[in-house]
């Protein structure tokens, strides 16, 4: 592992600020009950009062601390920048979860240099678990460093996936989803796609596969964490035309995304990334 670059490690010490500040606001916000302040895909697909103010205060901290940078979050945050440095934020992942009172939402922030991902924090509100990781500095849970599991066979493996918003969607799904569950030890579905891929980071899912990934802002820090602890991700297109993200421990990769493919999961043109 190359030593991590200090540039890096300045830019994670303070998206690790903006996430904690975040969080609190997040957690806070729960005690008087969740506003739901809009729907978007459909009626599952919502925004409560709490995505649009841990965004507002995210960017807010951002634009105070590097005014250059651009911003791209889910709530609507869309700035281009000129220093080279891109924060992709999802100020709630995991907005279902976070409005039924379920321990799995996250503050997700990955940072891009030069359009490649370095930085990536994930934090959970409800827990305190944070997870953080610099390209080339390897991936910490909590401060601590974290690897994917070794590879299993894949009739043990244990599998994050998730489900479009969308009905017409989801109705699709339920083909692949029947292809896969046969074929591993079993599935989860947490609701949050910044968590899945922490989970692959620290080896606690063996593989995590979800087509109808709604946006940059949900994959950009788990990449950078899942990739750091020996995990390969793969942002491809889907067999519905959607985002479709693969993980899985860098040594059993072939064999997932083969798996995954004969799963029907991947477009026919879904063997080129994003
Ligand atoms: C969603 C979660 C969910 C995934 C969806 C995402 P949100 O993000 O990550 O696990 O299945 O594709 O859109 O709406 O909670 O920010
Ligand atoms: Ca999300
Ligand atoms: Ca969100």
């Not at 651009?70 to 220093?83: H, N, T, V």
């Not at 992942?93 to 409005?99: K, L, P, R």
């Not at 799995?104 to 359009?115: N, Q």
């Not at 460093?145 to 066979?153: C, D, E, G, Q, Y």
């Amino acid at each position: 592992m190359q030593p991590a670059d200090p540039g890096l490690e300045a830019l994670e010490a303070l998206a690790v600020d903006i996430a904690r500040e975040a969080g609190d606001l997040v957690r806070s916000a729960r005690v008087d009950g969740v506003q739901i302040a809009e729907t978007k895909s459909s009626g599952t697909d919502i925004v409560t009062a709490a995505d649009r103010a841990s965004e507002a205060l995210i960017t807010r901290r951002i634009r105070a601390a590097r005014p250059d940078d651009g911003i791209l979050g889910e709530e609507g945050a869309d700035a281009e920048g000129s220093s080279g440095v891109r924060w992709v934020v999802d100020p709630i992942d995991g907005t279902v979860n976070y409005a039924h009172g379920l321990p799995a939402y996250a503050v997700s922030i990955g940072i891009e240099v030069g359009g490649e991902p370095a930085v990536g924090v994930v934090l959970n509100p409800a827990t305190g678990v944070e997870y953080t990781a610099v390209r080339g500095g390897g991936a910490r849970r909590n401060g601590e460093p974290i690897r994917a599991a070794a590879p299993v066979p894949l009739e043990s493996a244990l599998v994050g996936t998730g489900f479009s918003y969308e009905r017409d969607l989801r109705i699709s799904q339920t083909r692949t989803f029947a292809e896969l569950l046969p074929r591993i030890a079993d599935v989860r579905r947490f609701g949050s796609c910044a968590l899945d891929l922490c989970a692959v980071a620290e080896g606690s899912l063996d593989g995590y596969v979800e087509e109808g990934i709604g946006g940059a802002w949900d994959y950009a820090a788990g990449v950078v964490i899942a990739t750091e602890a020996g995990a390969r991700v793969e942002v491809l297109t889907g067999t519905y035309g959607r985002i479709l993200v693969v993980a899985a421990p860098t040594a059993g990769y072939p064999e997932f995304r083969r798996l995954v493919a004969e799963c029907g999961f991947l477009s026919a043109a879904g063997s080129a990334d994003r």
